[in-house]
């Protein structure tokens, strides 16, 4: 059988294996995501795995750098890509896309026994200066994104929780202060 042969018959068995499952997801006919954990776990992580032209009789590209695995560090990625990597070449030459995010599912414990996640700072900041080096430049009329400092970057990071989303009523004190300075104003 030639390559392309092998990956459809991968990509109909994975589509039926994975029909409903909300932990996958095809992103293109060669290229799939498969989310190991449920969503609220603070140790889950994301698989993409992405078939090469001659795949399975050479290596798939496999990779942790979606968004949903930014608060892990690169030492605990870099250690679950190794472990993946030790799976593919005992797999080489045959389907082993499911085997992979089974073996990820079966390991997860394992994989992240050592995983502290990593400080939001860094992420958001790192988020941020992504975002305003995309504004195109062609656009006339865009409206500029308010600059925020260290600081303030800082203090939005320490309000977040795990998830990176705001507690419920986190503005509201910040609202009172700033009605109070603004209200003793006008009575001058």
Do not use: C
């Not at 889950?44 to 090469?52: D, G, H, K, N, Y």
């Not at 050592?114 to 656009?139: D, F, M, Q, R, Y």
């Not at 309000?159 to 603004?182: A, F």
């Amino acid at each position: 059988m030639s390559a392309n042969e092998d990956q459809e018959m991968e990509l109909e068995a994975l589509r039926s294996i994975y029909e409903g499952d909300e932990s996958f997801r095809e992103l293109s006919p060669v290229s799939f995501q498969y989310r190991i954990g449920e969503s609220g776990d603070p140790k889950a992580f994301l698989i993409e795995v992405s078939w090469t032209e001659t795949y399975p009789q050479t290596p798939p590209v496999i990779s942790m750098n979606a968004f949903f695995n930014n608060t892990i560090s690169s030492a605990i990625k870099e250690s679950i890509l190794a472990k993946l990597q030790e799976a593919v070449e005992a797999n080489l030459g045959t389907a082993m896309t499911y085997t992979l995010f089974e073996y990820a599912k079966d390991n997860k414990e394992q994989f992240m026994e050592n995983h502290h996640p990593v400080n939001s700072a860094t992420s958001i900041s790192n988020i941020l200066s992504v975002e305003t080096a995309n504004v195109a430049p062609s656009s006339k009329k865009k409206e500029k994104k308010e600059q925020l400092t260290k600081a303030q970057k800082r203090k939005l990071a320490d309000k977040t929780d795990h998830k990176g989303e705001l507690p419920r009523g986190w503005n509201w004190v910040d609202v009172v202060k700033h009605l109070s300075k603004s209200g003793t104003k006008d009575d001058d």
